[in-house]
């Protein structure tokens, strides 16, 4: 049978030629998989790759993504050597400029992080810039930093090289043949249908680039993206540049400029994108482009002649205006679809699929053959999206803004503008009417703070404090010293139900959840790496039911969990019940006078104590009561029916005006928990990290009938001294003025040894607190910690720190407590 022969059955089927096809395709036949068909409705590369500016910048902002483009930059480099096709990859180094004090400082942070990461970098002056840059003129630069890993390379080539590698170890690439249908099969994919013919297949990979949402809608399966315009020019040979010019990004500009055959490769990322498609990508939109946009460029261009004045002397060869596929969160979408077993998508790159390709198709083609994820792609899971997240009108709105993020301000708790607001929870006119200042979650409208006016209603972007942190601070203090109510309508909740469910979900959980009924388990749901799927509270409502409450963003991602773990055949039916439910979390030390007088209920400790739940009577309300806290101090999460919340706060306001209630938001809730060292999921707890790791092997219990997912992994953990090197520590600064918030390197005994990934002033503590994840060129012992001299380089300034074993807050006293 010939390459360009369609057959009948394949054991995986890609759909899509660009260069995350030919990835995926090369890392499957490496992996000793060759029944491989690849399948290119035109010719390979010929959708977006094609013209791709062929950028690749190591460093990100989350680490396992880092990892992932420090292994394409690898797999480039010596690609040729092994296929005999040139890539076009060049180590040239990048430089990237600061015009404003904000985004040196910004600069500075970013390179204490890539030196934590492992990643080279030097921060260096105008001069030295202009230096390894000579083209540019710096009257207006504050400094810049050099990174000389990073490259460029040819897209075409390189996924012609990739292709080749997969076409050597036996897979076939047939180009000229359209998919018209997924086939499916009791929620599993069985195959699809071409314009010439059909394919049997055990798997099916959606790469399709632009056209992966209308491949997905196909097939019942949402794949969030959305097409905009991007714009650069290719200038005639210009003076200065040769062909060993490094990259150069001026962020404040929004605009990068390469070197292409003595001439500049010279794009951006405009603050407000274009949008494109919005009827659809046509079907036969290959190695096309759109018509030229200068109105749109403006900016650009006008950008680019402050850095590189001679452009205006510069002839322009050619204008590229070729739409790319962008996300609502400008991450790329990877995984296996929740909703159809086998089902695979790579697609939504965001314009970084040249930098990102390798890594992503060897993480992909990992998570195909082992059946989930191989390590921590929490930032680019599929999961983390919905079905409302794939509603077209929404998408175009939001990536507007999207395109736009590669170089805006990464302000600390930035939060995005558009397709807002888009959740509510029953309360949302309430507390806006408060001055809530609104924050975003999974589409989920929750307030970050409330200010004492609608002039201060606003966030006020900074490096240093944000204008809201003494109202935040007022926040805080009520919690630890009086009562405060918190809206967490968001948290999701899922309601486990049948005859095994039990049996089922205890096998799925590492800690015991076969208790009493009204019992409250905090536990976590691991890998059988022994890492932190998820972590979550289960609420056992009956015999045979019960009701999580897990993270606001997790609500697909533990439901696709839980479901794929259930034994065959087993009797348990897994709901989503999070619209149905609000969340009110009352807390502090007079939350007992509060709840107490609207309800006929004992709340003593005796009648109900911690990690317990009841139903009982609000006003005119019932509702769930959970005695459980994120924040240290006494409080009750109340699980109250949509209908009745509005009614339930009206009465726990008003009874608690009394006793100075205060409304509180997420920023206080981050300091409250940030300073009782409570870890949290995604930032402390990732599917690279163990319980022992983590600080939390009081919520394992390996001694459970049955044992648990992830249990043999933490046996040999246990039994690994090198396990512990690395660990979560939370240290507290002693600078009162600093402000962290996470991403900073942390030194321990003057070597960049992890970072801090969660940081928020501590109003009890007078001063930032940090949990903080190291890598130890030892085991990270009790006595190691205690002997370790902690330092965390905010901007080039390293800060002294001292690292806690325990929670630095003490409860009774309000202050920090000697360590243990």
Not at 287 to 316: C, K, S, T, Y
Not at 541 to 554: C, K, M, V
Request: glycine share 10%; charged share 20%; proline share 4%.
């Amino acid at each position: 049978m010939s390459e360009s022969t369609l057959p009948d059955t394949a054991q995986y089927v890609i759909i899509g030629g660009g260069i995350i096809g030919c990835s995926v395709a090369y890392h499957l036949t490496k992996m000793g998989h060759s029944d491989v068909v690849l399948l290119e409705q035109g010719q390979l590369s010929c959708g977006t790759t094609w013209h791709a500016a062929g950028l690749v910048g190591q460093l990100r902002s989350q680490p396992a993504m880092t990892e992932l483009i420090r292994y394409s930059t690898e797999l480039y480099a010596g690609l040729e050597a092994e296929t005999g096709l040139g890539t076009g990859w060049k180590r040239c180094g990048s430089v990237t400029v600061a015009r404003s004090d904000d985004r040196m400082t910004m600069l500075k942070r970013t390179a204490a992080s890539a030196r934590a990461q492992g990643v080279e970098v030097d921060v260096i002056s105008p001069a030295e810039a202009q230096e390894k840059w000579p083209v540019m003129q710096v009257d207006d630069i504050k400094g810049a930093i050099w990174m000389p890993g990073d490259g460029k390379a040819n897209p075409t080539d390189l996924t012609q090289s990739l292709a080749k590698g997969a076409r050597n170890r036996g897979a076939k690439v047939i180009e000229g043949v359209e998919v018209t249908d997924v086939l499916t099969e009791n929620g599993a994919v069985t195959g699809v249908v071409t314009d010439q013919g059909t394919i049997r297949a055990e798997v099916v990979v959606n790469c399709a680039g632009q056209w992966a949402r209308k491949l997905g809608l196909m097939c019942g399966v949402d794949v969030p993206l959305h097409s905009a315009e991007h714009l650069y020019v290719v200038t005639d040979k210009m003076a200065g540049v040769t062909p060993d010019l490094p990259v150069m990004r001026d962020p404040d500009g929004y605009i990068y400029f390469k070197e292409e055959t003595g001439g500049l490769v010279m794009g951006g990322f405009e603050p407000e994108a274009k949008p494109w498609g919005m009827n659809g990508i046509p079907d036969k939109f290959f190695f096309q482009l759109l018509p030229d946009d200068w109105d749109q460029f403006e900016i650009l261009m006008d950008n680019a002649l402050i850095r590189v004045p001679q452009l205006a002397e510069a002839g322009v060869r050619q204008f590229y205006n070729g739409p790319e596929s962008f996300t609502p969160d400008n991450n790329y979408i990877l995984g296996e679809a929740p909703n159809l077993r086998n089902f695979f998508v790579g697609a939504g790159f965001n314009s970084m699929g040249i930098a990102s390709a390798g890594g992503a198709g060897r993480a992909l083609a990992e998570w195909i053959v082992a059946g989930a994820p191989t390590s921590d792609l929490l930032a680019v899971d599929i999961r983390r999206f919905a079905g409302f997240n794939n509603n077209p009108t929404w998408l175009h709105d939001r990536i507007k803004e999207t395109l736009g993020l590669h170089y805006a301000m990464p302000w600390p708790n930035r939060e995005l503008d558009t397709a807002r607001p888009f959740r509510r929870s029953p309360l949302f006119d309430r507390l806006m009417a408060k001055h809530a200042v609104f924050g975003s979650k999974m589409g989920w409208e929750r307030a970050n703070f409330f200010a004492p006016d609608a002039d201060s209603a606003r966030i006020d972007y900074s490096f240093g404090r944000q204008n809201w942190h003494d109202f935040a601070g007022a926040e805080h203090k009520a919690v630890r010293e009086g009562v405060a109510l918190f809206d967490q309508t968001s948290f999701a909740k899922l309601l486990v139900q049948g005859r095994d469910a039990c049996a089922q979900l205890n096998r799925i959980c590492a800690a015991n959840i076969d208790v009493e009924i009204g019992r409250t388990i905090y536990t976590g749901l691991l890998n059988p790496r022994g890492g932190y799927e998820s972590d979550l509270t289960v609420l056992r409502r009956g015999r045979d039911e019960f009701l999580l409450i897990t993270g606001s963003a997790q609500a697909i991602h533990d439901a696709d969990w839980i479901t794929r773990n259930l034994g065959e055949g087993a009797h348990v039916t897994v709901t989503d019940v999070t619209s149905g439910w609000s969340v009110l979390a009352l807390m502090g030390p007079k939350s007992r006078d509060v709840l107490g007088a609207l309800t006929r209920a004992d709340l003593s400790n005796a009648a109900f104590p911690f990690a317990t739940h009841r139903q009982i009577d609000l006003g005119y309300a019932t509702v769930i009561a959970n005695r459980m806290t994120y924040v240290g101090e006494l409080g009750w999460e109340l699980i109250v029916p949509t209908e009745f919340t509005a009614g339930v706060y009206d009465d726990l306001m008003r009874i608690g005006a009394d006793h100075g209630i205060r409304d509180a938001g997420y920023y206080a809730l981050e300091g409250l928990r940030i300073e009782k060292g409570f870890r949290a999921w995604s930032r402390e707890l990732t599917p690279d990290i163990t319980p022992w790791q983590a600080g939390l092997g009081f919520a394992v219990d390996m001694d459970k009938p049955g044992g648990f997912i992830g249990r043999d992994a933490l046996i040999a953990a246990k039994a690994d001294t090198d396990h512990m090197r690395t660990r979560i520590v939370q240290l507290v600064v002693d600078d009162a003025d600093a402000q962290l918030w996470g991403g900073e390197a942390v030194l321990m005994d003057g070597v960049e040894m992890g970072e801090v990934r969660s940081a928020a002033y501590g109003h009890s503590l007078g001063a930032c607190a940090a949990l903080c994840l190291l890598h130890g060129s030892q085991p990270l012992t009790a006595d190691v910690i205690r002997a370790a001299r902690f330092e965390i380089d905010l901007a080039g300034k390293k800060l002294t720190a001292k690292a806690h074993l325990r929670s630095p807050y003490d409860p009774k006293s309000a202050r920090p407590k000697a360590d243990a």
